[in-house]
């Protein structure tokens, strides 16, 4: 059984989550690294955008009165509220999957890695979402669900980007575990009936702990991917370089 590398790295700010996640993913072409699974979470709080969003407009002292972090992402997509969630992270070289070239295969095999985890963690049932419309109609990310989402009963409980250099792949994104959607749709300007979404706790009755998460990711990587992780536990400024 393959051995790759796991990395619970705790909470930082955005900046410094989207800086390892990059500095990860150089790493592994420089050195050709086996795959890396990393679980992190933000604070203070932080609303990140899509490489191509704009925040020009966002109201900015909406987000200074709530204490919400704005950062960019290296990988598309629109934008996320990380405050009652977490986040994973997974570097992988394309020729390790199935059809690795194809984004969308590469998408699933990856989510369905995550609705393992899922399951650890009490929710049964939830399964690869299906694009529902033009993605560019939002800029949250959870108004709209497409083929790199997980759904439980029609409504998104995860979102997920990537990143590809060098023919490795860099996918992260969120899973929503208690998040205050009023306060999602004030921050992004949306109406609240348009988040369809779900958070963990409404499945499961209860919050789970940040760790125990963190867990159940990892297991869930470990029993679909068929392999064992090292845990490797770093300070931030060793990840970031």
Same mark, same amino acid.
């Given at each position: 059984?393959?051995?790759?590398?796991?990395?619970?790295?705790?909470? #930082?700010?955005?900046?410094?989550?989207? !800086?390892?996640?990059? &500095?990860?993913?150089?790493?592994?072409? !420089?050195?050709?690294? $086996?795959?890396?699974?990393?679980?992190?979470?933000?604070? =203070?709080?932080?609303? #990140?955008?899509?490489?191509?969003?704009?925040? @020009?407009?966002?109201?900015?002292?909406?987000?200074?009165?709530?204490?919400?972090?704005?950062? %960019?992402? =290296?990988?598309?997509?629109?934008?996320?509220?990380?405050?009652?969630?977490?986040?994973? #992270?997974? *570097?992988?070289?394309?020729?390790? $999957?199935?059809?690795? %070239? &194809?984004?969308?295969?590469?998408?699933?095999?990856?989510? &369905?890695? $995550?609705?393992?985890?899922?399951?650890?963690?009490?929710?049964?049932?939830?399964?690869?979402?299906? #694009?529902?419309?033009?993605?560019?109609? &939002?800029?949250?990310?959870?108004?709209?669900?497409?083929?790199?989402?997980?759904?439980?009963?029609?409504?998104? *409980?995860?979102?997920? @980007?990537?990143?590809?250099? %060098?023919?490795?792949?860099?996918?992260?994104?969120?899973?929503?575990?208690?998040?205050?959607?009023?306060?999602?749709?004030?921050?992004?300007?949306?109406?609240?009936?348009?988040?369809?979404?779900?958070?963990?706790?409404?499945?499961?009755?209860?919050?789970?702990?940040?760790?125990?998460?963190?867990?159940?990711?990892?297991?869930?990587?470990?029993?679909?991917?068929?392999?064992?992780?090292?845990?490797?536990?770093?300070?931030?400024?060793?990840?970031?370089?």
């Amino acid at each position: 059984m393959e051995t790759w590398k796991y990395v619970n790295s705790g909470f #930082s700010n955005g900046f410094i989550n989207m !800086k390892i996640d990059i &500095s990860i993913l150089e790493d592994a072409i !420089k050195n050709n690294r $086996l795959p890396v699974l990393r679980v992190y979470n933000w604070e =203070p709080a932080a609303i #990140s955008l899509g490489y191509n969003q704009n925040e @020009a407009d966002l109201d900015l002292d909406l987000y200074n009165k709530n204490c919400i972090d704005i950062v %960019k992402r =290296p990988t598309g997509g629109r934008a996320i509220l990380h405050k009652g969630d977490i986040t994973y #992270s997974f *570097i992988i070289n394309q020729d390790l $999957l199935e059809n690795g %070239k &194809s984004v969308r295969s590469s998408y699933r095999q990856i989510s &369905s890695a $995550l609705i393992y985890g899922l399951e650890y963690m009490g929710v049964k049932g939830a399964y690869i979402a299906e #694009s529902k419309e033009c993605y560019t109609k &939002s800029t949250a990310c959870m108004a709209v669900s497409t083929g790199a989402d997980l759904e439980y009963n029609g409504k998104k *409980i995860a979102g997920s @980007a990537q990143l590809r250099r %060098k023919g490795y792949i860099l996918q992260h994104g969120s899973i929503l575990i208690n998040q205050d959607f009023n306060l999602t749709a004030e921050l992004l300007n949306v109406a609240p009936e348009s988040l369809s979404c779900i958070n963990v706790c409404d499945v499961v009755g209860y919050v789970p702990k940040y760790n125990e998460l963190a867990l159940a990711i990892k297991k869930g990587f470990e029993e679909y991917f068929n392999v064992e992780f090292n845990e490797e536990l770093k300070n931030i400024d060793e990840l970031s370089h």
